[in-house]
Each structure stands twice: as C-alpha cells, then as structure tokens.
C-alpha cells in the first residue's frame, strides 16, 4: 500500500525563548525603546494638539527639574515611590502576590495621625517620632501579617485577601477621619498640630523634604544588601523558585512567607509615616495616591532590581511632574501628560517581551513533509 504523504503549513511566527542577553545589550534595547516611545509621543503631540514635542518636553523637564523647589518635590515623591517599590519587592520575588500595598501604607499612616493626635501634647518631640515610627512599622507590618498566616496555614488566595484588606483600611481610615475631622463637618482632618509641629520630622536647614529621602536612600541600600548577600534574601529566592525545592533543603517556606510579608507590611508602614510625619501632616482616604499599585510596576518593570528601580521610580514621577507642568503652561488637559506617560511605559513593557523571546517568521517555501 502506498504511503500517503501529507503536507503542512508551519506556523507563520514561532516563539522560543531567548537566551539571556548581556547586561550591555538588554539596556541598549531598553534605551531603544524609550526613544521610540518619545518619537511615538511627538507625532501624537504634532496630530493632536498642533505643537512642537520638544517645547512640550522641555515644559515637562522645567515641571519637574525647573527650581531647587521642584527638584526636591520631584525627589520626595521619586522616594516615596521607590520606598513602597522596594517594600513590595521581596513579597513578589517569593511569587506571594501582595496586591495590599496602598492599604499597609494607608494604616501607617493611620497609626501615625493616631499618635500625633492624641499624644501630641503628652510627649516630647523626640520620642513622639519614636513612638509614632515603631507603631507604623507594627501596624503596617499586622497588616500584611493577617495574610500571609491564610496563605501559609490555609492556602488562601492572597491576590484576592490582600485586596481586600485595602478596602478594611480605607473604610477604618474613613471612621477615623469623620472623628477626627476639624472643623467639625468638614469632612476632613487638616494639618495635625500645625500650631506645635508635634510629630513632625525636623527641617535640615530650610528643607522639609530632606530626611525623607535621606530614610529612603537608607532603605534602599540595607534592602538591596538584605536581599542580595544575606541568609534570608537566598531562603525567598528559592521559595520564588520552587517551594518543593525550598522544602527539601530544609527552608520553612511558612516562615519564610510569614516573615517576608511582616517586612513588606512594615515598610509600607514606614512609608505612611514619611507620609503624614514629613510631608503632608494629614491623613486622608487616598493619601497613598495609588502608589501601591504603581509600585507593583515599578519593582516589576526592574525584575525586582532594587538599584534599577530608582530609574523606573525616576520615570514615573517625572512624567507625572511634567503632566502638570504642561496642563499649566499649556492649558492642557492633564491626562494628555498621563497617555505620554503611558506610551512610554506601553514601549518600556513591551520590550522585555523581545529581550526575553525571539520571534521566529516562516520561510517563502513554507511547507515541509510531515
């Protein structure tokens, strides 16, 4: 009997996986990308809105880097952003996907105004940023805390629980603020003890913004250590692994979750306090500003690179001063400046696509004999 020879079409792309590329050629892709993105945005900003890219680029750097009063505003939300990065990261390198991150700022913060409010006038300076910073890192640790027990002990899905826990935060915020709220009816608390400054971190000459970066750049060097060299960053390595793997060397993968999400918790919690105590001396429901959420991308986008991550924060903030900036100068709407950025962040996102895959297109015979 005659074999019948049958005949089919490859695909007309194939995808493998690319080898890793070098740390030279990965950036080089990525610089890449970010001019195509800026390209991309000057014929959107020539089509739409009629004018030069590079007066719109120039007004977005002088939004953000224009006066030494900007500068530091752009550094301070530049730290707060890569603080709660930095928190978020050794959660999502153990693949414990804490989603809770704008809530464990959020309480805080809480615990923060809860402090100066009611021990404002009972405690010396000193020890009132003391007691409020421990009872941040604690009740924003707890926070994180609650999940990672479901998770270790009952498998829960912490993508879901964590959350949630935002919305708990919020609402426990909202109680707060109503009884707090001064005047009375106002629907919001105001500056806490701005005639004492009670609880607020100290100037460093005329700068108020100055130890909340100098906080930040301390975190950031003690995690990129904690995670790189020490004994527990290798345990969440391995754990983000395989917890199979993890288990068989002899790592608690519970303890391990449970202690990195009491880390991760805390620091958001740290940075609630830089929040109320060093910059805004409020509390409000969105005082996180969904930093919780853009720190996701952030540590992300730098493939949990805590030194990288300072240029992603960078980035993002400054797209963001510079949206003002153009909504000002301009009279531009202001989420014109937001679909710039998003460009830029579409172009950033897709080309990890291309470092890490190979594209593959189907030669002109196209045909092969099975």
């Keep these: 009997m005659k074999e019948k020879h049958k005949h089919i079409k490859e695909p007309l792309v194939k995808l493998s996986r690319r080898a890793d590329l070098d740390r030279k050629h990965s950036w080089s892709y990525r610089a890449l990308a970010i001019l195509a993105a800026l390209v991309v945005d000057g014929i959107i900003i020539m089509l739409v809105v009629h004018m030069n890219p590079f007066d719109i680029y120039s007004t977005m750097f002088m939004g953000a880097f224009g006066t030494s009063r900007k500068i530091w505003v752009t550094l301070k939300e530049l730290s707060l952003l890569l603080l709660i990065s930095i928190a978020l990261t050794p959660a999502y390198r153990m693949k414990f996907w804490n989603l809770g991150g704008e809530g464990q700022v959020l309480m805080g913060a809480w615990a923060t105004a809860f402090c100066m409010i009611y021990l404002g006038d009972k405690l010396p300076s000193g020890l009132l940023l003391l007691v409020m910073f421990f009872a941040a890192i604690v009740v924003g640790g707890i926070w994180a805390f609650i999940p990672a027990v479901f998770k270790a002990k009952w498998g829960t899905n912490e993508t879901l629980f964590t959350l949630m826990m935002n919305y708990v935060a919020i609402q426990l915020v909202a109680y707060f603020i109503i009884k707090w709220e001064m005047p009375k009816g106002s629907g919001h608390v ?38 790189k060299y020490s004994k527990h960053g290798y345990e969440i390595s391995v754990v983000g692994e395989s917890q199979r793997t993890a288990t068989y060397v002899g790592i608690s993968v519970d303890k391990v979750i449970i202690r990195t999400l009491i880390l991760s918790g805390g620091i958001c919690g740290f940075a609630g306090w830089l929040i109320v105590s060093g910059s805004d001396h409020t509390i409000t429901t969105t005082l996180a500003g969904g ?9 992300w986008l730098a493939q949990f690179n805590v030194i990288v991550m300072i240029l992603c924060s960078l980035l993002i903030v400054f797209m963001g001063q510079g949206a003002s900036e153009i909504a000002t100068s301009f009279g531009l709407n202001e989420a014109f400046g937001d679909i710039l950025t998003g460009i830029i962040i579409f172009f950033i996102i897709g080309v990890e696509f291309f470092i890490n895959y190979k594209l593959h297109f189907r030669k002109s015979s196209g045909k092969e004999e099975a």
Aim: proline content about 2%; hydrophobic content about 55%; glycine content about 14%.
């Design 190 to 227: 105001g500056i806490i003890n701005q005639a004492t400054q009670a609880g607020w971190l100290p100037y460093l000459g005329s700068n108020s913004y100055a130890l909340v970066v100098g906080f930040v750049v301390i975190v950031t060097i003690g995690m990129h250590v904690y995670l």
């Design 291 to 299: 930093m919780g959420f853009t720190g996701i991308m952030v540590s």
